[in-house]
């Protein structure tokens, strides 16, 4: 296994143009068809689920790069695959510095996010993310704005087309009180993460404005498994982001984050607290 962090090619999560993506589907179904493979049979051989074969074929889904390349091998594709992946047109939605923790995000086993500023990004509804892109310094256009939202639902898919991911969030009671987009938009924020983690391998607590001091003040961490168990760390201030594959120091931030889940409020009384945010349904 190597230690190098997995450099950006032609599987960043970044969206992609609906004609580019549909075209390279259709090179893909077109080898699979070629070799005599279903998407079932097609699927285990390049480790990937049958609804994510699908989603590509359909040109839905952004390939990874490893997708890519077991594609091509599997199907015996001549270099076709490979370079069609390379004319995927890209168009904004990620900032530069997220897309390659959002390749990895996007296949993870364990996902732990920690966040003291706002609502993390997979648990936000559409019209809080609005809320956060209308009020950016300097403005966005509204196409801006749109290909920023349309990247966020994108990559929200996350929590439901991976089931067997384990995710878990730690965030501060403060956010969820802070009314981001006015009360109607943050009962409906509060309402959706409720939802979100009657989800079985989803768990959120809070950490309570009642704790006066606690290990993860130095600010957001994300943790992350891959397939293979590696672990990696993803740490983002105001204009850039940090990816960590350092093993001490993502070894460090795993302590701080474990340390926090017994400093916060338990799952069972977050949920409690976030249904008295809420009030009545």
């Not at 962090?5 to 969206?15: A, C, F, K, Q, T």
């Not at 070894?251 to 409020?265: D, E, G």
């Amino acid at each position: 296994m190597t230690d190098e962090v997995p450099d950006e090619g032609p599987g960043g999560s970044e969206p992609e143009t609906s004609d580019s993506l549909k075209a390279f589907g259709e090179v893909v179904k077109a080898f699979r068809k070629r070799a005599g493979l279903t998407q079932e049979a097609f699927a285990p051989l390049v480790g990937y689920s049958v609804p994510t074969v699908a989603s590509i074929e359909q040109g839905r889904r952004l390939p990874s790069s490893d997708f890519v390349d077991r594609a091509e091998d599997v199907l015996d594709a001549f270099g076709v695959i490979r370079a069609a992946a390379k004319h995927l047109a890209r168009k904004p939605g990620l900032a530069k510095w997220f897309r390659q923790w959002a390749r990895l995000e996007s296949q993870a086993a364990t996902l732990y996010t920690y966040e003291n500023r706002l609502v993390p990004g997979l648990l936000q509804t559409p019209a809080y993310a609005r809320t956060l892109f209308g009020e950016r310094i300097p403005t966005l256009d509204d196409d801006e704005i749109e290909a920023l939202l349309a990247a966020r639902v994108e990559r929200k898919k996350l929590l439901t087309d991976r089931p067997h991911t384990i995710y878990s969030f730690i965030v501060e009671e403060h956010v969820l009180r802070r009314q981001t987009g006015g009360r109607d938009v943050m009962r409906e924020q509060t309402t959706h993460i409720l939802d979100t983690c009657a989800r079985r391998n989803i768990e959120l607590q809070i950490m309570p404005q009642s704790r006066g001091y606690h290990v993860g003040l130095n600010g957001p961490i994300q943790l992350l498994e891959t397939s293979e168990n590696r672990w990696y760390a993803y740490c983002e201030g105001q204009e850039n982001g940090l990816l960590i594959p350092d093993p001490k120091v993502v070894s460090i931030l795993q302590k701080r984050y474990a340390r926090m889940r017994a400093q916060a409020l338990s799952f069972e009384e977050s949920v409690s607290l976030l249904r008295e945010m809420r009030g009545a349904p």
